[in-house]
Each structure stands twice: as structure tokens, then as C-alpha cells.
């Protein structure tokens, strides 16, 4: 049976360390100039039903400087569109590739490629989880932070698909997290309930950003209007507006707190200018980084090494 990799979930915390360590890891020997061949011979499908810059430009980079190669397959354009049924999608992409990374609306569809696959299904976003994207975010945390021990990181704004991730971060890695979201907009209930239950550290589900980032060394924020999510934008844009991160709201959190955002940022919706383009802001090391866990995540799941 493959590993796949279809929410953090998936991995407990000494196999989260390893994705963590290796992705550093393979960053500084990148630096030094060694070349990295470990996948050459394989290749991976990427399925993506939804737009992605980073995301897909990362997994690409990271497949070929491992010496790998890629298909990139937009969904529209596979038989999927013409309702092909996803266990044989699962099953015919199985005989030709070593692994797929997977964009797309619902959770299910991951699920159930990842059911009925023989190769590592990899969720590159559904609109329940961001994964990899989390596993990024917490290598560019440890660059700056050094250790998650007594670490409290805030979550500011949309309940959403990053946010349920980083609520499963928490309870496997072991650091505190105080989300601030607005009533009606929290992260899912069964995941926040799931989490909490075996969390070694608060994660407190609020409603003010203040009480969020007070004593938070990190703090994190994401767009108000998630991908196909656009027809709520009106009604979004108003009742989002109190939990902007901005430098007023970064005055309630430490000095050398940093801000991280996944990208794209609305600047001036959730994020502003100011805020995004300031030194305390890390977004452009995230973007990074999601190269260098890539490769972390391709080589040990398409190598069967965890
Ligand atoms: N952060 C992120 O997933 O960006 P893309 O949508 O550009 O892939
Ligand atoms: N929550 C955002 C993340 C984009 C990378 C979305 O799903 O659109």
C-alpha cells in the first residue's frame, strides 16, 4: 500500500519531523550546489482543477531538481470532465506514474483517488485541506523561530482550508494556536473537535484578533474569499474587515512576531500593503520553501521511505 498524503493527518509526529528535517535538509544541499538525482527514472501526474502558481510551479521544480519528470494535467481537459468515474481515473494514472499531486474543490475526491490508487495520492488543496502547504509554512516558522516548543502561533480571519491544516499541525506537532474568526466562518467543527481532543496545547477557537496575536510569536492570515467561494465576496469583503492584519493589530503581538501568508494576499483585504511588504512579513520564504518540502515530501513518499 502507497502513503498517501491526503490531509496531515496522515502522518504522525516523528513523520511530520521527517518532512520537516529532510526539507531542510535538501534546501542546504541545493545551496551548496550538490546535485540531487534521487527520482530520476520517475514521474509524477498533477491533476489540478483549480488555478495555482505556487503550488504547481513548486511540485514541478521540486520533481525536476530531483531529476524527475512531470505531466501536468488542468482536469478540465481529462475525461474527468466528461464524468470518467475517479477509481478508474485512479487506477489508469497508476499504470503510467509514480505519484499524484492533486488540486481540487472537494475533500472526497482526494479520498477517493487515493482509495483506489497504487501509487501516493498528494493533496496539493481541496477546499477542506492545505497540507503541504502547512508543512511549508511550519519550515519557514522553524527558520526564524528555531523550535515550536512554547511556541503560540494565531491564526487571523477565514476559517477556511489553511486554517482547518494548521489546527491538525498543531495537535500532532504539540504548539499552541489561538485562531480569531468571525461567527459563522470557524474552521470545521469536526477536525477543531478531533484536534482538540488529543492536543498536548491550547487551540482556542475565538472571535478577537487582539486576544489572537497577544503573545503569539506568529501570526498567519489568509484571503476572505477562498477559491470558489467568489459569489460571497460582497457580503465577505464587510463582515471581514475587523480582523485585517495590520500594524495596529500587529502592536498587540510581540516585537519579533512574524507574519506569514500563503499567498496570493489581497493587499488591503485581509493583509496590508504595509504589513505584507514589511520585514516582519515572510511570505516570500514560504513561497520558497514550498519547493524544498516538495521535493522532501515527493522523495520520501515515491521512494517508500517513511
Ligand atoms: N499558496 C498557494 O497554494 O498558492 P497557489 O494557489 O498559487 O498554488
Ligand atoms: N484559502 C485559499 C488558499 C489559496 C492558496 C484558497 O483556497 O483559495
Redesign the pocket.
Known sequence: MPRHFQSLEDFNKKELQSFLFRAAELKEELAEGILQRQLEGKTIGLVFE?P?T??RVSFEAAMYGLGGQVIFLSARDTQLARSEPLKDMARVMSRYVNGMVVRTFGQDVVDELAQYSTVPVINA?T?LH?PC?VLSDIMTVLEYKKSLDGLKIAWVG?G???ANSWIQAASILGFELALACPEGYEPDKEILAKASSIAEQPINLLRDPAEAVAGAEVINT??W?????EDELDGRLKLFAPYQVNSELLARAPAGAIVLH???AHRDEEISEEVLESKQCVAFDQAENKMHMHKAILELLLSDAL
Do not use: A, E, I, W
Open positions: 483549480k495555482s505556487r503550488t488543496l477546499d492545505h502547504q477565514d477556511n482550508n489553511m489568509d484571503v474569499v477562498s477559491m470558489g467561494q500563503c499567498l496570493p
